[in-house]
């Protein structure tokens, strides 16, 4: 290869300068699906869709991830990571470059095809930062990037707002430069993982069987997850019709959500797992969520908004970022992408069903998804404590 450049030189006697720039181009990447995501009712119906067609461009684009998800993870490990998220990249700035000129709805769904497939922003960053850091510092370094996520949506819903006022194809042309900026970023200025100061590439060994650690892990993000997207899919009608919050109040209330993560994410996972360790940090957080949540079903309030469903975000957060850490620890370096891919798969379909599942249950009860999201938390209890050791992953 080219002899490398006196800034990358420097640069890679410091593998946090290459963290803070996978957090950068994270930030911007998830600014940019900010920006255009609440206004793209707006662009399908402007080529003549109608409330089942836009569902379907939903669907459309979950089974594009479904797919994509695993096959990105391989793309990252067969070509490394970087050659993943220029493909990331560019495939989703053409994307996105398509919608605010789509003259039919069927050139709008397709344009939906390849950015569902190839957009795998955070399991890619999650496998670099994987490779990039030792065992202690992962879910901090994970949990920053994750954090990245909630800022991106604080700031760019309002944003693309304010630019949809003036001409409502700016957001998009603006989300596709700045993605393609990011393809330039990565392309400059991150390495290829072969040259790792914390990852020296190991020998390849066959494929084994998953680990009981593994399995474990996979089960409990699974239902995690579950319990997360059935709340989150029921929270808005609690705000509406039980508490009776007008449009400017669940704003506040979404950004109340962002804010949470975003602390959880910028300090307070790397407290806890300083002290506890990832695994240990999974086994207490479960129970605490499981039980916040269950608070904020059965007495839903202001109050309980507050107290409760605001320890459940941060015991959801906390969890969930140390079951990535412990995944990909547990399995092969050549593994980690298509690993992170499949799980991402599964909770792609997860994002199919628990919609589907919520509105069934809200129905019958508004707070009955939550409740069943207290169920889907307790059951997570039991992988955790059984397949997951104690064992610490603490930074010396």
């Known amino acids: 290869k080219a002899t490398v450049s006196v800034l990358y030189w420097i640069m890679s006697h410091d593998p946090k300068t290459f963290l803070k ?11 940019s699906v900010a920006l255009v995501v609440p206004l793209f009712y707006q662009y399908a119906t402007n080529v003549g869709a109608d409330a089942k067609s836009f569902g379907m461009l939903g669907s459309v684009f979950s089974a594009a991830q479904l797919v994509g998800s695993p096959f990105m993870g391989y793309v990252s490990d067969k070509y490394g990571r970087k050659t993943a998220l220029l493909v990331n990249f560019i495939g989703a700035s053409g994307s996105y470059l398509v919608v605010p000129f789509a003259q039919s709805f069927w050139v709008l769904a397709l344009a939906r095809i390849p950015v569902g497939i190839v957009k795998q922003t955070m399991m890619i960053s999650s496998a670099y930062a994987a490779q990039l850091t030792e065992v202690g510092t992962r879910s901090k370094a994970i949990a920053e990037m994750k954090s990245m996520v909630a800022m991106a949506f604080v700031i760019g819903p309002t944003v693309g707002g304010y630019l949809a006022a003036y001409d409502l194809k700016l957001p998009a042309i603006i989300a596709s430069a700045l993605l393609a900026a990011d393809f330039m970023v990565v392309k400059i200025f991150l390495p290829d993982m072969d040259n790792t100061l914390h990852a020296p590439k190991r020998e390849k060994k066959p494929f084994t069987r998953p680990s009981g650690v593994l399995i474990g892990v996979i089960a409990t993000a699974i239902l995690l997850e579950m319990g ?13 019709d039980n508490l009776q919050l007008d449009t400017k109040a669940m704003g506040m209330v979404w950004s109340f959500s962002a804010a949470i993560s975003t602390l959880m994410g910028q300090y307070g996972v790397s407290f806890i797992t300083r002290r506890l360790g990832d695994h240990a940090t999974v086994k207490w957080c479960i129970p605490v969520a499981a039980v916040a949540v269950g608070a904020w079903s059965m007495f839903p309030s202001l109050t309980t908004l507050v107290l409760a469903y605001g320890v459940y975000l941060a015991a959801n957060f ?15 370096e050549d593994q980690v992408g298509a690993t992170l891919g499949m799980q991402d798969s599964l909770n792609s379909g997860i994002g199919v069903l628990a919609p589907i ?30 397949k997951l050791p104690t064992r610490h992953f603490k930074k010396d």
Do not use: G, K
């Open 357 to 386: 599942t919520a509105a069934y249950l809200t129905t019958w009860d508004p707070s009955y998804p939550a409740a069943f999201a207290c169920l889907f938390c307790m059951a997570a209890v039991f992988p955790a404590y059984l």
């Open 228 to 240: 997360e997207r059935l709340n989150r899919n029921s929270l808005p009608i609690i705000l509406r």
């Open 21 to 31: 720039i996978l957090q950068a181009v994270v930030f911007v990447d998830l600014f």
């Open 318 to 332: 906390s969890s969930e970022t140390c079951l990535v850490s412990i995944l990909t620890h547990e399995v092969e």
